[in-house]
């Protein structure tokens, strides 16, 4: 059925979760106003807010007409973006975090790319910052067209680095899983690429990534992670239905939830970590990887060597870091 056009209708509409951030929500928002591609709205779904979020979301909504508020009752980022979706009036969707902030001509150059190539879905490179500078920029490759089931390396798991065609979602009733905490948007991503036609890789920043503390994905809990699984093992049920083989895709979100939970838990747990994927023991033994020769230790259950490796590697890392943010 072909898709009626309203003239009036935003080209783009674009979905702000908000909870708890106000130090950070109004150099996100400004961001927005500064795009020079003008033909957006911008969803500001507030939930549940303890601080002065909602406040703030409402001040740029009487300044703005194209800012549109939600308030709601908390109940966690995924009914957040389920929400703006639902509210969504453009032909493409893009998501930006409420602690995060885009470059002035992000959604211009994204939305002339999607044109130009007759793509379902756009993504860009990603720059992380802290509090100390600027740490890294995540990167895939050259600029170009790509289908993901033949070039799997393009996927990246987060929603806020893509435009993506409504009609990719509406169509396949895409929707965030509202039961996971962590790596909800791994599940949505995956099911984005395996629908679109084709994607385009922008081999440019345009979104800027805050690694705050004490945010949801520095704070990781056993629960979390237990969460994580539970989306891994969603995303190996929908890969075993395709036509490709993702056998080394799903291996790499399996390892990442192991990573996560030999890095991420404050108090180091190697027993969880050893059982998490248990199936994959073997392989990454075999495997000639830094990180093997680590877990080799966590496998033959050698824990005092492994809590002495773990406690160097934080500490290498937290230097490299504060490295890495002097030099920029």
């Known amino acids: 059925m072909a898709e009626t056009c309203d003239s009036t209708a935003p080209k783009i ?11 950070y929500l109004r150099r996100c928002l ?37 800012f549109r508020v939600i308030h709601q009752k908390n109940a966690g980022v995924s009914a957040a973006r389920n929400a703006g979706l639902d509210a969504a009036r453009g032909e493409w969707v893009g998501f930006v975090d409420s602690d995060d ?22 993504q860009w490179k990603v720059k992380t910052f802290s509090d100390e500078g600027d740490l890294e920029i995540w990167t895939k490759g050259k600029s170009q067209v790509f289908n993901f089931a033949k070039s799997q390396i393009y996927f990246e798991s987060g929603c806020w680095n893509k435009i993506i065609r409504k009609s990719l979602i509406q169509n396949n009733s895409i929707k965030f899983p509202e039961k996971i905490a962590l790596a909800e948007d791994s599940v949505f991503s995956l099911l984005l690429y395996l629908n679109a036609r084709k994607c385009f890789y922008l081999d440019e920043v345009s979104y800027h990534y805050y690694m705050r ?11 979390m992670i237990l969460q994580e699984v539970a989306a891994v093992k969603i995303m190996e049920q ?29 108090t180091p747990n190697f027993s969880f970590c050893r059982n998490l994927f248990p199936e994959i023991n073997n392989l990454l033994l075999k495997r000639k990887e830094k990180f093997s020769i680590f877990y080799f230790f966590v496998y033959f259950h050698l824990y005092f060597i492994a809590k002495i490796l773990l ?18």
């Open 213 to 223: 503390k004490n945010s949801a994905i520095d704070s990781i809990s056993k629960e």
């Open 238 to 266: 929908i890969c075993n239905k395709q036509d490709y083989n993702f056998d080394e895709f799903i291996l790499l979100q399996k390892k990442k939830a192991k990573l996560h939970a030999l890095f991420g838990l404050k």
């Open 311 to 328: 406690r160097m590697y934080k500490k290498c890392f937290s230097k490299k870091q504060r490295a890495n943010s002097k030099a920029v």
């Open 30 to 66: 400004d961001s927005i106003v500064a795009q020079t591609f003008t033909n957006w709205e911008c969803i500001l779904i507030d939930d549940g807010s303890p601080d002065n979020s909602g406040a703030i979301c409402d001040e740029y909504a009487e300044k703005d007409s194209r």
């Open 13 to 23: 509409s674009i979905i702000v979760p908000v909870y708890n951030v106000e130090k």
């Open 101 to 122: 902030w885009i470059d002035k001509d992000c959604y211009a150059m994204a939305l002339s790319l999607a044109n130009e190539h007759d793509v379902d879905l756009v």
